[in-house]
Nanobody, 125 residues
Framework: QVQLVESGGGLVQAGGSLRLSCAAS????????MAWFRQAPGKEREFVAG????????DYADSVKGRFTISRDNAKATVDLQMNNLKPEDTAVYYC??????????????????WGQGTQVTVSS
């Protein structure tokens, strides 16, 4: 069992930055591919960024590439999402997710085993 708790959301103006953090419980964090998804009102949950459990390979949605950076600290059992140059279209609830020993980095939310409760990010224009 892994429990995930997100923090760091908030209200920011367009062009600003936020850093989301996800803290995981459990002793096997290093065996989980971790990802951030987001869901805006009336839209499906979408993949934002992921980092694999082996080597730390990363993947990003085209919409955030070059602006967002995902990182993990296995010793602290945390995964962060640094978000720069935020845009109003980045407004959503952001979720941290974990997949046990995922093959690659899945962009499908159904492939993830554990989820956090979500944190709201609002970008004003």
């Amino acid at each position: 069992q892994v429990q995930l708790v997100e923090s760091g959301g908030g209200l920011v103006q367009a062009g600003g930055s936020l850093r989301l953090s996800c803290a995981a419980s459990g002793r096997t964090f290093s065996s989980y591919t971790m990802a951030w998804f987001r869901q805006a009102p009336g839209k499906e949950r979408e993949f934002v960024a992921g980092i694999s459990w082996f080597i730390g390979i990363t993947d990003y949605a085209d919409s955030v590439k070059g602006r967002f950076t995902i990182s993990r600290d296995n010793a602290k059992a945390t995964v962060d999402l640094q978000m720069n140059n935020l845009k109003p279209e980045d407004t959503a609830v952001y979720y941290c997710a974990g997949e046990y020993r995922g093959r690659g980095i899945s962009r499908r939310y159904r492939d993830y085993d554990y989820w956090g409760q979500g944190t709201q990010v609002t970008v004003s224009s």
